[in-house]
């Protein structure tokens, strides 16, 4: 049996109204800025912190790094926890439900968890040579990586904290720049524009004029940020079922 | 005593007198005059200007206190105001100049005297037939050193003017030499040179000119000696028609379309110009929404421009502006500001639209039903509210529909917002029982241009907490 308390409205609470809040981008002064909005009309909000060299954010947690930290960060932009990391960019990955992620940093071929209140370093039997173009997070005790050998990108499982055996495919037809999204959806691109491969290998293709060059990362629950490597042009992928769509977003 | 005194005051002026030496100037140097000064030839009413130096040659200041001249066709056109304390000679700038204008009415010789403090010059000039030279179609010949201005025309395009040659006197004339100088300016065409003029007859010619830019030009035409002055101003084509064009005329909230502008033609020469937007709303109280702008530059103003050949404008360096419509009905105006062309506008109308609902979720928590929609009301005017829940199997509960009237909440977020007529709202149901079984749930929400409904939104269940560190 199941009741609804307050049927009558004057004993029904109000709602409570907020601006609609579409995640987060890194922008062109290197600036971690929220995305107010709607799909079709968006605006920044003010910068939140500076000097970021990645960021990411699955919907309730964020991650940034600095040059020499990595931090988590809740939705309003607060920062929660951060650590010492080494130098350069790191790639991000966040776990199904959002509020777990992990973090690679290519220059120490390190790998990092954030168990939603503490970060802690990942033992994992891994020495890649290959170049490691995307992270995800399909499961609390697997990570993958997605790694570029000669013409093809291939998913390496690598269970975490156990020395076992890594399993490995090739994700045929993928090319970078790419992403893995918590949903298990990969990003990518092809000639015409952006591909989005549901995890049930079913392909959404977006049409987009793409920049010459750019990086994908995950901005919100349904959306990836695509920044243009050379220019301070940065576009919003839509990639929820059914309302796919590709945006520029206000420098 | 009284004695060296007469004698100082006597001679004090021919000492001044013996330090002053008069020259003739012709524009660059200076040529010491005698007692007789030939000014030259001009015809019956062109005025020939001679220009005259005087230096104090002597070691101690000398004044120039007399300046003179009585003769017909002669007069001072310039000098300077007397007494004149001239300096001794050091350069150009201790000398003082005055000129002497001759100006003949009649054929035959003229002479007059000039008298510079005690210096006694004659000055002769000769008055010659020549051919009076006239603007065709004007009766009034022009003079010696006047300005003949062509007028403005456009880069490329020849500005032609017709002279002509008119002999008022009574026996025939040679026009000798007619010649034109001056960039941009040609001719003179029509005349065969030597040309014999018999009395009373008249011959027409052209010069023209062919502005290669937009700045002004100056040129010379000399008949037999005597100089007229030809100016003249080039103008840039001007910018082709420009038309501002939308990829999509459907004017909507939440849109992110894009402007062109095409020009009528090839453009014939380089301009800039801006585009701005602006938005009036049409939701009272509302006074502007952020969200509209553009999507690259600055957030309203875009440079416009133009080049040589080019059949389109770039707006901000691009072909296109992108460009979103905010979340507020009104009418978006652009307005197109090109060099030496008037303003223009074009609008684009928003209208009022019921709510449009971006993301609409529902999740189960431990006692209560948290339902989140996420969209935008262009009118600012939402109000009422209804839910309607449904079992696993998809019947209604039987609490029926839940009505609430959230018009003063969202009026009091409207007011102190800076997005426009976004919103996310968060709806929180306390619920008694198994919320598992609550399968989902339809929201209804209504503003003043319809009602809006997000139907049979899943719930979702509960996130899973964070796992333990390995």
């Known amino acids: ?251 | 005593m009284i004695r060296r005194t007469l004698l100082f005051a006597l001679l004090l002026p021919l000492s001044a007198l013996a330090q002053l030496q008069v020259f003739v100037f012709n524009g660059t140097t200076d040529t010491p005059v005698g007692s007789l000064v030939n000014v030259g030839a001009a015809a019956p009413g062109d005025t020939l200007e001679t220009r005259f130096h005087v230096r104090n040659i002597g070691d101690g200041p000398a004044t120039l206190e007399t300046l003179t001249l009585s003769g017909q066709a002669f007069t001072i056109a310039s000098a300077p105001s007397l007494p004149y304390i001239l300096a001794p000679y050091v350069g150009l700038a201790s000398e003082v100049e005055f000129d002497v204008d001759f100006s003949p009415t009649s054929l035959g010789s003229f002479s007059a005297f000039l008298a510079v403090n005690g210096n006694q010059i004659a000055l002769q000039g000769t008055s010659v037939a020549a051919a009076e030279v006239l603007i065709l179609g004007s009766q009034t010949p022009l003079t010696a050193g006047q300005t003949i201005s062509f007028g403005s025309g456009v880069v490329g395009t020849a500005i032609i003017q017709n002279f002509s040659l008119f002999n008022t006197s009574s026996a025939s004339l040679t026009v000798n030499a007619v010649t034109v100088t001056g960039t941009g300016f040609s001719g003179p065409t029509g005349l065969t040179l030597p040309l014999q003029l018999g009395s009373g007859q008249s011959q027409s010619f052209q010069v023209s000119l062919t502005p290669e830019a937009g700045t002004p030009y100056q040129g010379t035409l000399t008949v037999d000696g005597r100089m007229f002055v030809l100016t003249g101003q080039g103008l840039d084509p001007p910018l082709p028609i420009a038309s501002i064009a939308f990829a999509s005329n459907v004017g909507a909230s939440a849109q992110q379309n894009s402007i062109t502008i095409a020009l009528a033609s090839a453009s014939e020469v380089s301009g800039n110009g801006t585009l701005t937007m602006a938005f009036q709303p049409s939701v009272a109280g509302v006074t502007d929404d952020p969200a509209i702008q553009f999507l690259s530059g600055p957030l309203r103003k875009a440079t416009v421009s133009i080049v040589k050949g080019a059949s389109s404008a770039l707006i901000g360096g691009q072909s296109s502006m992108a460009f979103q419509t905010g979340t507020t009905a009104g009418t978006i105006t652009f307005t197109l500001t090109l060099e030496n062309n008037a303003p223009q506008q074009t609008s684009l109308m928003i209208p009022d639209s019921p709510i449009i609902l971006d993301v609409a979720n529902a999740v189960a928590l431990l006692g209560s039903l948290n339902i989140s929609l996420s969209g935008f009301d262009n009118t600012y005017s939402a109000s009422q509210m209804v839910f309607i829940f449904y079992d696993l199997k998809g019947n209604p509960m039987p609490q029926g529909a839940i009505d609430v009237n959230a018009g003063a909440t969202f009026q009091q977020y409207f007011s102190s917002t800076q997005a426009g007529g976004s919103f996310a709202l968060l709806a929180e149901f306390p619920v008694s029982g198994n919320t598992t079984e609550i399968g989902s749930v339809t929201a209804q929400i209504a503003n003043s241009a319809g009602a809006t409904t997000a139907q049979q939104i899943p719930i979702a269940p509960p996130p899973a907490p964070p796992t333990p560190p390995i």
Not at chain 1, 17 to 44: E, K
């Open chain 1, 1 to 251: 049996m199941v009741a609804l308390v307050a049927a009558l409205p004057s004993a029904w609470p109000q709602p409570a109204i907020a601006p609609p809040q579409l995640g987060f981008v890194r922008d062109g002064a290197s600036a971690l800025r929220p995305v107010y909005g709607v799909t079709g009309s968006f605006v920044l909000g003010s910068p939140l912190a500076g000097k970021i060299v990645s960021e990411a954010f699955s919907g309730s947690i964020g991650l940034l790094k600095t040059d020499s930290s990595l931090a988590a960060f809740d939705s309003t932009g607060k920062r929660l926890a951060s650590i010492n990391a080494a130098g350069g960019p790191a790639l991000f990955a966040f776990s199904s439900g959002g509020n777990t992620a992990l973090a690679y940093i290519p220059s120490s071929n390190s790998l990092i968890e954030w168990r939603g209140s503490v970060f802690a370093p990942v033992p994992a039997n891994y020495d890649e040579p290959d170049t490691v173009l995307a992270i995800a997070f399909p499961t609390p005790l697997e990570a993958a990586l997605m790694v570029q050998r000669k013409d093809t990108i291939w998913e390496l499982d690598l269970p975490l904290g156990k020395n076992q055996a890594i399993s490995q495919h090739a994700l045929i037809g993928v090319r970078a720049p790419m992403l893995a999204l918590l949903t298990g959806d990969l990003v990518y691109s092809d000639s015409h524009g952006i591909v989005v491969r549901r995890s049930d290998v079913t392909e959404v293709h977006i049409a987009a004029p793409l920049p010459a060059s750019f990086s994908l990362q995950q901005m919100n629950q349904n959306w990836v940020l695509l920044m243009d490597l050379n220019s301070s042009a940065q576009f919003a992928i839509h990639t929820a079922p059914g309302r796919e769509g590709f945006y520029r977003l206000p420098e």
